[in-house]
């Protein structure tokens, strides 16, 4: 196959400091998307994911539970590939970076560079931000922090600290004009092309070489021919891109020589730096060709805030599955979403978006069609030999939605694609309705079987469109229509060439709808009348069982425990409460427990306390205690292990 007719599509690599949350999620599943639509192109496609594990970062959340960063960081992994198993991710490889093969191509391209010249020994002294991984720039630097008081990282604005040790340096200096005349050269280079003028106006300030080794940290890849160093987490991270396609390896070259370049990085906004400047300096450097693309997407947000674990607000993604399914979840990415900007999740609006566009335009349109073919028994439907003027209208519709769709997934316009896709499927709608085919199956077959195959044409040009966005329900509706649906055999001119047989199924309900007492806008007002039934109960002495009843009881593990700062008493706890979710539970025993000794323990919690703030944290949950005779409070635990979740009885 030639090279033309590749595509090799990446997702950033992960810090391993925690299950994947729906932020991950969301970069994950667009790269899933951008190689199932290139596969519907016909295209062979490459799909790298994986988890980035070495570093300070990974360093310190290990030694908080105890654990060695390898154990660590081998804890999470099976919880990264059943999420994205979950969610139907099909990647082609998920590298780590402490895999045998990446470590050796880091040590031989470091040593590679320091042959040529472009690396070189010296110090560095100033302020690191270990969320991050970055060194902070002096020009970043504001303002002069207060005595004895370190800066705030300019990207993610939590504190750095002082880092002043020997170390390596990369000549990235040395590469701002040819970055500057490749980003000129190359304005596609960036998808949305807003991107560009932040890194031209960056590079222009003045590159600095980049410290690419540390010290003072020992979890890295050790530094060829000087251990005392390890590389610096990104010189590490960033070359996975060539390393799991061959790079540097004997045996692999022709694969490499396929793969690479990638075509398209899909990133977060927050590392546009290190894969704009950094990434290609080094392919420079190595002589290799650049991406040729970075997709950056900007944040999901809940209730307008970043989503972070110290704020408790990270949503698992593994309970909106079970609640919702993952192909609802990753059409609402994708339509809600616009990749240019910060979108806030909203449950009400996923609620919206199923019970609108999936369970009623698309699957009501489905299941009416298939049911009265059925009450007819039609079940071979051939394509009528001419077709009336309303149902040539609806072809010229559809041969125009299939070239708007390409053109906007080229373009990596999710949501206006979905939205072109979604006027279509109205105007199905509006056609299966206007022809009223439940009277002209009694009063003109011929006719009626022109509605049947204009509609099945129709919704098999929709399946094959959306089918990269859902995929586990556009089989279900292919097998509806009994459509063969070949990846990539055909191209997507034929969709509108109507000349199909269809044979019709009729198959589960394809989208369930939420029902409206279930939606989670109502949610707070049936808890309100709760509470106000409770206090009218209160003045009888004896309470009823369906008063237990109603307080949700229930046994969880906790993930982190952490001290508040500027709290004597409190302790800010993660807790893992199984299908109820993973709650945050502020807890008034520091006196009594030291953080890491309630890492991991099961306790039992009340889960449907109305959340209330204490310090300016939210509290979802009540831990119990009890105090013992010298006024210890003493954690209520289970004898032995339960599943997360489990009621107390
Ligand atoms: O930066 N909304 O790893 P990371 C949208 N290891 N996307 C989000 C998000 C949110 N709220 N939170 C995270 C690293 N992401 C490095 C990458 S690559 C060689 C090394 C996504 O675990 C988004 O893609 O901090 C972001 O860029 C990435 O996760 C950061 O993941």
Redesign the pocket.
């Known amino acids: 196959m030639s090279k033309k007719n590749k595509f090799y599509v990446t997702?950033?690599?992960?810090?391993v400091t925690a299950a994947p949350?729906?932020?991950?999620l969301?970069?994950t599943v667009l790269a899933d998307v951008v190689s199932r639509w290139n596969k519907v192109l016909g295209k062979k496609t490459f799909f790298l994911t994986g988890t980035?594990e070495h570093g300070q970062k990974i360093a310190q959340a290990a030694q908080k539970t105890g654990k060695t960063p390898k154990e660590f960081v081998d804890s999470f992994i099976d919880a990264y590939k059943d999420v994205w198993k979950t969610y139907n991710i099909r990647y082609n490889h998920f590298i780590r970076t402490t895999d045998t093969a990446h470590v050796a191509v880091v040590q031989n391209w470091i040593k590679m560079l320091q042959d040529k010249g472009d690396i070189y020994k010296s110090s560095y002294e100033g302020w690191y931000c270990t969320p991050?991984?970055a060194f902070v720039l002096e020009k970043e630097v504001e303002e002069k922090p207060q005595e004895g008081k370190a800066p705030a990282c300019p990207q993610c604005g939590r504190e750095t600290t002082w880092v002043s040790e020997e170390c390596y340096f990369f000549k990235l200096s040395k590469y701002q004009d040819k970055l500057l005349e490749f980003y000129k050269n190359n304005p596609d280079f960036f998808a949305p092309k807003e991107r560009m003028q932040e890194v031209v106006n960056f590079v222009k300030s003045g590159l600095k070489d980049l410290s690419i080794s540390r010290t003072t940290i020992s979890w890295g890849i050790p530094f060829p021919g000087d251990e005392k160093h390890v590389a610096y987490?990104?010189a590490d991270?960033?070359n996975?891109?060539i390393s799991a396609v061959g790079y540097g390896q004997a045996d692999k070259k022709d694969e490499f020589d396929f793969w690479w370049p990638a075509d398209l990085h899909?990133?977060?906004?927050?590392?546009v730096r290190?894969?704009a400047v950094y990434w290609p300096a080094f392919l420079m450097a190595s002589g290799l060709e650049l991406p040729k693309k970075l997709l950056v997407?900007?944040?999901?947000?809940v209730d307008k805030q970043?989503?972070s674990k110290s704020l408790g607000n990270v949503i698992d993604p593994v309970v909106l599955a079970e609640k919702y399914g993952t192909d609802p979840l990753r059409y609402y990415f994708l339509r809600q979403l616009a990749i240019n900007q910060d979108g806030d999740f909203s449950f009400k609006e996923l609620e919206q978006r199923i019970n609108s566009d999936l369970a009623n335009d698309l699957g009501n349109l489905l299941n009416r069609m298939v049911t009265l073919a059925q009450k007819h028994n039609v079940e071979n439907l051939q394509a009528p030999q001419s077709w009336s003027d309303a149902a040539q209208a609806l072809q010229k519709e559809c041969e125009l939605t299939v070239k708007d769709f390409q053109k906007h997934m080229s373009g990596y316009s999710f949501h206006m694609a979905l939205a072109v896709l979604w006027k279509f499927i109205n105007k199905i709608n509006a056609f299966f309705h206007a022809q009223e085919p439940w009277k002209l199956a009694k009063q003109d077959k011929d006719l009626f079987i022109q509605v049947l195959s204009a509609t099945a044409h129709s919704l098999n040009a929709v399946a094959t469109l959306l089918w990269s966005v859902m995929p586990t329900k556009m089989d279900d509706l292919f097998e509806s229509l009994g459509v063969n649906f070949e990846l990539g055999k055909k191209s997507l001119d034929t969709l509108f060439v109507w000349d199909k047989q269809f044979t019709l199924k009729k198959i589960e309900t394809l989208f369930k709808k939420i029902e409206q007492e279930k939606m989670a806008e109502q949610k707070p007002k049936v808890e309100e009348k709760k509470v106000e039934k409770k206090v009218e109960e209160k003045k009888d002495q004896y309470i009823k069982i369906d008063d237990v009843v109603k307080v949700q009881l229930a046994v969880g593990t906790i993930e982190q425990a952490e001290e508040i700062e500027g709290s004597d008493k409190l302790l800010k706890l993660r807790v893992n409460c199984g299908d109820l979710g993973m709650r945050q539970v502020l807890a008034g025993v520091k006196k009594f427990y030291k953080s890491e000794e309630l890492i991991g323990k099961q306790g039992t919690f009340v889960l449907n306390l109305k959340p209330r703030k204490m310090m300016g944290i939210e509290s979802q949950g009540m831990m119990l205690f009890v105090q013992d005779q010298d006024g210890k409070l003493q954690m209520v635990t289970v004898a032995g292990p339960v599943a997360n979740g489990a009621p107390l009885r």
């Open positions: 997702t950033p690599i992960y810090y949350h729906l932020g991950t969301y970069s980035d991050d991984e987490v990104w991270a960033l996975n891109y899909v990133i977060g906004k927050d590392i290190f894969h997407h900007g944040w999901i947000t970043k989503m």
